[in-house]
């Protein structure tokens, strides 16, 4: 039990860092929505 709430909060932590991250990375609307256009043709 203890585990499975160790997982989920470090699963909601990393969530948060990764949102965090991607925010401040954003410059423009357009980024946000686009990824900046730079995610390859792979994508």
Do not use: C, K
């Not at 990764?18 to 994508?43: C, F, I, K, Q, W």
């Amino acid at each position: 039990m203890a585990l499975d709430l160790f997982v989920v909060l470090i699963y909601a932590a990393g969530m948060l860092v990764l949102g965090y991250y991607g925010m401040r990375r954003a410059r423009t609307h357009e980024d946000y929505l686009v990824a900046g256009r730079n995610l390859g043709p792979s994508l």
